[in-house]
């Protein structure tokens, strides 16, 4: 009995020291200003390897709450660091210093009629540096009579549909890549003509 103890407390140290990994998340600074630096963290299982960061406005592209900051572990949500604020990865230094850049998402209206949306001038959205903006636009079973099935701009056309109003197609997500494909598609096949 004793040896079976001993060998099962063996084979969970070795897992342990196998699974229980260091690593690193970004810091925020001392003083506002200097650049992030890097604190060691540690978490039981690589899948909780977790780093914080602040958020920000997809419409102004502000950070949510200035005094959020980065760090080691889970956003403290029940305290200072509301998930309304905080954002989570998984992941060695995942929590990257947040750079946004501006996009473009058009904006829609109902029709003189009042029977359809019309597409209308575009608005000012942001978007993490690197990645896809994407917008929320009319679903092919958007109606503009209030009901079920009514469509509503969210933030103002940026950012994704929710999950229940792109599933009954109220609502569908547009990537800002494909605006920029569609500007050049026409574009090489004007030149593709010339040779």
């Keep these: 009995m004793i040896k079976l103890l001993l060998v099962t ?21 001392d003083t506002d200003g200097d650049p992030l630096g890097e604190e060691d963290c540690t978490a039981a299982l690589p899948d909780a390897q977790i780093c914080k960061f602040p958020k920000f406005v997809i419409t102004t592209g502000d950070l949510v709450a200035a005094a959020q900051k980065y760090g080691c572990g889970a956003c403290d949500t029940a305290n200072t660091e509301p998930a309304t604020q905080c954002a989570t990865c998984k992941g060695d230094k995942c929590n990257v210093k947040v750079e946004t850049v501006e996009f ?23 978007k993490t540096k690197g990645t896809h903006g994407e917008c929320n636009t009319p679903g092919s079973e958007a109606t503009v009579e209030a009901g079920t099935k009514h469509w509503e701009a969210t933030d103002s056309g940026c950012g994704a549909c929710a999950k229940d109003k792109a599933d009954a197609n109220i609502c569908k997500t547009v990537s800002s890549a494909m605006g920029l494909s569609a500007l050049l598609l026409p574009l090489v096949a004007a030149i593709y003509t010339l040779f």
């Excluded at 407390?9 to 600074?29: D, F, N, V």
């Excluded at 209206?109 to 001038?121: S, Y």
Aim: net charge negative.
């Design 104 to 126: 473009k998402c058009p904006t829609y209206a109902a029709n003189t009629a009042g029977d359809k949306f019309e597409e209308g001038d575009e608005r000012s959205c942001f």
């Design 9 to 29: 407390a063996l084979i969970g140290a070795i897992y342990a020291e196998e699974t229980a990994k260091a690593y690193k998340c970004m810091k925020s600074p």
